[in-house]
């Protein structure tokens, strides 16, 4: 595996940093995730919905984990977990600034405790002015301007449907830690890697945040079309909806022809991209015409094999058949034994040393003997 040999300290809790602590879990690391020995990680008591008692929100982003229960404010746990940081190669963490510090276990401390240390701190807004602000996914969408984008009307922001900044920040915490790993490897020195979600949303609205920062345009809702490539939108079928993503102009003629309007590709309202954005109220209202003649798996089955991009909104049912249909395996059998649990699958495919699902998800504080015999061996 990848990262076989590697130790990360996991004293996250909810969504961002417990992902990214899973995905180096996939890849072979072992992670010993450290929890409070009543409550655990905030999301174990998220739900419905539960599977045997189990959160699935918590079961969804923690396999692939050993948990040790350990009470910080105990002078016995804490030596344990002293000695934890001294061996891992990485300590992922998000508490509020400054907390990490109350246990002796800030930046600083760990680095002398071990030098070779990549420590991962993720925040809400950043260690300065920031500081103080909670870290929650729906405040990130809001105040980072991801909110003021989405929706239908000017009147009706709304987030995304998942917590998106969270996984964003997780992803992007990853590819911190593994910088920093491959750097130690020349160097023999860890450091710190930081991440924050205002930060992460604010890269990852990639053409809409360049667009500000290049040309002081400030976007606003556009519902689902985009604003700079038409058609580009979910248009109404005679059953359900479907969406339609034209990137260029051969696309656009195959959808013409496909819709039985090859007129259209040469009206010099349409002709180019450009011509299409400019025009799009009318071109939106032709095409939605000629769609709502026939249902959306009709106009799928016209319009794939031309190579048209297209597809219906398919529910999380629907989008998992979907996958399966694709042979893409979007769920898998995840611990040893009869003691498995259905996980999604890891989405990085590697030839040689393919993600492992070795570990279901722990129970509270499963794996806290045998670490604490590691620990004090």
Not at 181 to 201: A, F, I, K, P, W
Not at 227 to 242: E, G
Not at 334 to 342: A, H, I
Request: include cysteine; aromatic fraction near 6%; proline fraction near 7%.
């Amino acid at each position: 595996m990848p990262m076989s040999g590697l130790v990360v300290a996991d004293f996250s809790r909810v969504l961002a940093a417990p992902y990214a602590a899973m995905l180096l879990g996939d890849l072979g690391a072992d992670v010993i995730k450290v929890e409070h020995p009543k409550t655990g990680d905030d999301t174990r008591a998220w739900g419905p919905p539960f599977v045997e008692g189990e959160a699935t929100y918590f079961m969804g982003v923690n396999r692939n984990k050993r948990s040790v229960a350990a009470d910080l404010t105990s002078d016995a746990d804490r030596a344990r977990v002293v000695e934890l940081v001294r061996r891992a190669d990485v300590l992922l963490e998000n508490f509020r600034p400054g907390t990490m510090a109350r246990f002796g276990l800030s930046y600083e401390e760990a680095r002398e405790l071990n030098p070779g240390l990549v420590y991962c701190s993720i925040t809400g807004f950043g260690e300065g002015q920031g500081a103080t602000l909670p870290g929650y996914d729906l405040l990130a969408q809001a105040v980072g301007g991801l909110m003021s984008v989405t929706g239908s009307d000017p009147d009706s922001p709304v987030k995304a449907g998942v917590a998106l900044v969270d996984v964003l920040t997780g992803l992007h915490a990853t590819v911190g830690v593994l910088a920093a790993l491959r750097e130690r490897d020349h160097s023999g020195h860890g450091q710190r890697v930081e991440v924050n979600l205002l930060s992460t949303l604010l890269s990852s609205m990639v053409n809409q945040s360049a667009g500000y920062a290049m040309a002081g345009m400030v976007p606003g809702i556009l519902g689902n079309r985009h604003p700079s490539i038409a058609p580009y939108d979910v248009y109404p079928t005679a059953d359900q909806p479907l969406v339609v993503a034209v990137g260029n102009d051969r696309q656009f003629t195959a959808l013409c022809e496909g819709l039985g309007v090859p007129e259209l590709a040469t009206d010099p309202r349409f002709a180019t991209n450009t011509d299409r954005v400019a025009h799009i109220d009318s071109l939106t209202e032709l095409l939605a015409e000629r769609l709502r003649t026939r249902p959306a798996t009709e106009w799928t089955s016209v319009l794939t094999p031309r190579r048209v991009p297209c597809g219906p909104v398919n529910d999380l049912a629907s989008a998992f058949a979907f996958a399966e249909s694709l042979d893409l395996s979007p769920t898998v059998p995840t611990g040893m034994g009869e003691d498995t649990v259905s996980t999604v699958a890891n989405p990085i495919g590697l030839s040689r040393t393919p993600p492992r699902y070795d570990r279901r998800p722990p129970h509270l504080g499963e794996h806290t003997a045998e670490i604490n015999r590691w620990l004090e061996g």
